[in-house]
C-alpha cells in the first residue's frame, strides 16, 4: 500500500516535472513540410539538446516553442504545444506574454546598439518598470547571472558593441534573464564563438537550470553530451529518438541514431 | 606570355588614364560653375552692400536690393514641405518597410518610385488649378503663396523621404528585432525602441535629401508662390523664393547689370545652402558607418 502511494506520488512529481509538452507537432513553409508530427516533453530544470544534420528541422522546432515562427511569412503549424498544460498554439494566446515566459538566445550574438545598461534593462522597461533602483538591481543580478558582471561592471555606459563575441553573447543572456523568463531556448548559442567563450557559456548554462528550463539547439555533439541531460535526434524533419543524454550517446536504440552520433553522416 | 602580359598593362593603363581624365573634367566642370555663379555674384557687392541685399526686404531694382524676402521665402517653403512630407513619407517607409505584407510592398515601391519621374510642371500645373482655389475658398487670402507651395514641395519631395528611409529600415538587422521580439516586446515597441533608433541615421539622411530637393525646386513653386517680392504676413498671401524670383527676372536683365549680378548672387546662395544640405548628409552616412 505504501508502496504504491509512493509510486504515485513519483508519478504526480514527474507530470509536474514536465514544462512543455509538444503533441503531434507538424510544420509546413509553404507547401514544403519541416517538421512531421513530433511528440517530445521538456521537463523542468532540465537542458534539453536538439541535435540532427542541418536543415532537419531542430532549429524549426527550437522556434515554434514561443511562437517566433510567426514572424515568417507563409508558415503552418499544427498539433500541441503546451506550456504547464496551456495550449500557446490556442487562438486567443497573447504571444507577447508567452515570448515573456519563453525567451530565446540566438546563433549570432544580437545586442542592441545601445550601451551594456540599456541592452539588460530593455525587456524590464518594456513590460513597464521605471523605478531606477529596482533597474540597478536587476541589471546587476542578470549581468551576475551571466557571469558578465566582473568584465562590465565599470563600463555599463558604453556601447555593447564594444565586447567581445563571447562577452556579447554572454550580455545576450543577461538581457534575456532580465526579464525572468521560465523556459531559455538556445539557438546554437556558442557556433559563432572561440572554445574558450564556448566553455563559458557551456558552465553558465549548468549554472543556470537550476532557475531555468533550457531547451538548446547544437551542431555540436560533444557540447550536447557536456551540457544536456535530454537529448532528441531530429532527421529530416522527424523525432527519431529522444531520451537521457547518456542513453542517447551510449546505447541509441535507433540505427540512424548512432550512425549520426559516431559521425557516419551529418 | 609577355606580350600577353604587356597588352593587359597596356590596356590598364589606357583606362586608367580615361578615368582619371573623366574624373577631372567632371570636376572642372562643376568647379567652373560655382566660380562663374560666385564670381558674377559677388560683383553684386561693389553697388549693393552685403547688409542690405542679406537682411532688407525691399525689392525694386534697380534701387534697392533687398533680398531677405526671397531667403526667407525659401527656407519657409523647405521647412513646411518637410513639415507636411517628413511625418507623410516617414509614416509611408515604416509602413512599406514593416507593416506591408509583400505583394502590398511590391506594386507600391515601383509605385513611388514612378513619383520621381513625373515633371515639376505638372505638380505646379496641380498645384494651380486644385490647391490655389481650395485655399482661396477653404482658408483665407488669394491662395497663392507659402502654405500651397509648401504643400506641393511636400507631395513632391515624398518619394525622395520614402526611398531611402524605407532603404535604411529595411538594412536594420533583423536579427535585433528577433532580439527584441524574444523578450516579449510588442510589434509597436520593437519599431519604436529599436528598429527606429537603428535607423536614424538613414532618416535624418532621407529627410535632409528632402530638404534639398525642396529648397532648389523651381518650376512648381513659381506657379503657385504668388510671384510678389514682399515680405509674406501670412501663409496664404502671395511671395516669393529663392529659385521663383531667378526664374521670373532673368530673363528681363541684361548680362552684367546690377541686377543680374543679384540674381547670380542668390543663385550662389543656394548653391552654398545646397551644398551644406549634402556636406551635413554625408557626415551623418559616415557617422553612421562609425557606430554601426
Known amino acids: ?266 | 606570355m609577355t606580350r600577353i602580359r604587356h597588352s593587359v598593362l597596356w590596356y590598364d593603363r589606357f583606362f586608367r588614364y580615361v578615368f582619371v581624365a573623366s574624373a577631372a573634367l567632371v570636376s572642372l566642370i562643376i568647379l567652373a560653375v560655382v566660380f562663374f555663379v560666385a564670381r558674377q555674384g559677388f560683383l553684386t557687392f561693389t553697388v549693393v552692400s552685403p547688409w542690405e541685399f542679406l537682411f532688407t526686404t525691399n525689392w525694386n531694382p534697380p534701387a534697392n536690393y533687398g533680398a531677405f524676402t526671397f531667403i526667407f521665402g525659401s527656407f519657409a517653403v523647405t521647412v513646411l514641405a518637410i513639415c507636411f512630407g517628413g511625418p507623410l513619407g516617414l509614416a509611408g517607409a515604416i509602413f512599406l518597410a514593416k507593416v506591408a505584407p509583400e505583394w502590398v510592398r511590391e506594386s507600391l515601391r515601383p509605385a513611388t518610385d514612378l513619383f520621381v519621374g513625373i515633371p515639376s510642371v505638372v505638380y505646379g500645373w496641380i498645384g494651380l488649378t486644385v490647391f490655389v482655389p481650395f485655399v482661396r475658398e477653404h482658408v483665407n487670402g488669394a491662395g497663392f503663396g507659402l502654405l500651397v507651395a509648401g504643400i506641393i514641395l511636400g507631395i513632391m519631395i515624398l518619394p525622395t523621404v520614402i526611398s531611402v528611409s524605407e532603404d535604411s529600415l529595411r538594412a536594420v538587422s533583423p536579427a535585433l528585432e528577433e532580439a527584441s521580439y524574444g523578450l516579449g516586446a510588442t510589434r509597436w515597441q520593437t519599431l519604436s525602441r529599436v528598429v527606429l533608433p537603428a535607423a536614424a541615421p538613414g532618416l535624418v539622411t532621407a529627410v535632409i535629401l528632402g530638404m534639398a530637393r525642396a529648397i532648389g525646386e523651381a518650376m512648381a513653386v513659381q506657379m503657385v508662390i504668388g510671384n510678389s517680392p514682399q515680405f509674406p504676413r501670412s501663409l496664404v498671401t502671395p511671395t516669393a523664393t529663392l529659385t521663383s524670383e531667378i526664374v521670373l527676372e532673368m530673363g528681363n536683365t541684361p548680362f552684367g547689370s546690377t541686377w543680374n549680378n543679384a540674381l547670380f548672387f542668390m543663385a550662389f546662395t543656394l548653391l552654398v545652402l545646397s551644398l551644406a544640405m549634402i556636406l551635413v548628409v554625408r557626415l551623418v552616412v559616415r557617422h553612421r558607418g562609425a557606430t554601426p
Open chain 1, 1 to 266: 500500500m505504501g508502496r504504491l502511494v509512493a509510486e504515485r506520488l513519483t508519478a504526480a512529481e514527474e507530470a509536474i516535472r514536465i514544462k512543455m509538452e509538444v503533441q503531434g507537432l507538424s510544420v509546413h513553409y509553404g507547401n514544403t513540410p519541416a517538421l512531421s508530427n513530433v511528440n517530445l516533453a521538456v521537463k523542468a530544470n532540465h537542458v534539453t539538446a536538439l541535435i540532427g544534420p542541418s536543415g532537419c528541422g531542430k532549429t524549426t522546432f527550437l522556434r515554434t516553442l514561443n511562437r517566433m515562427n510567426d514572424l515568417i511569412e507563409g508558415v503552418r503549424v499544427t498539433g500541441r504545444v503546451l506550456l504547464d498544460g496551456e495550449d500557446i498554439y490556442r487562438p486567443g494566446t497573447d504571444v507577447v506574454a508567452l515570448r515573456k515566459r519563453v525567451g530565446m538566445v540566438f546563433q549570432r550574438p544580437n545586442p542592441f546598439p545601445m550601451s551594456i545598461y540599456d541592452n539588460v534593462a530593455f525587456g524590464p522597461r518594456i513590460h513597464g518598470l521605471r523605478d531606477r533602483r529596482r533597474l540597478n538591481e536587476i541589471v546587476e543580478k542578470a549581468l551576475r547571472d551571466a557571469a558578465l558582471w566582473d568584465e562590465v561592471k565599470d563600463r555599463l555606459r558604453s556601447s555593447a558593441l564594444g565586447l567581445s563575441g563571447g562577452q556579447q553573447q554572454r550580455l545576450c543572456i543577461a538581457r534575456l534573464l532580465a526579464v525572468e523568463p521560465e523556459v531559455v531556448l538556445m539557438d546554437e548559442p556558442t557556433s559563432a564563438l572561440d572554445p574558450i567563450s564556448m566553455l563559458k557559456i557551456e558552465e553558465l548554462i549548468q549554472d543556470l537550470k537550476a532557475t531555468y528550463t533550457i531547451v538548446i539547439v547544437t551542431h555540436n555533439m560533444q557540447q550536447a553530451a557536456r551540457v544536456s541531460d535530454s537529448t532528441a535526434f531530429f532527421l529530416s524533419g522527424e523525432l527519431v529518438e529522444y531520451g537521457p543524454t547518456d542513453v542517447i550517446f551510449t546505447r541509441p536504440r535507433d540505427r540512424r541514431t548512432e550512425d549520426y552520433i559516431t559521425g557516419r553522416f551529418g
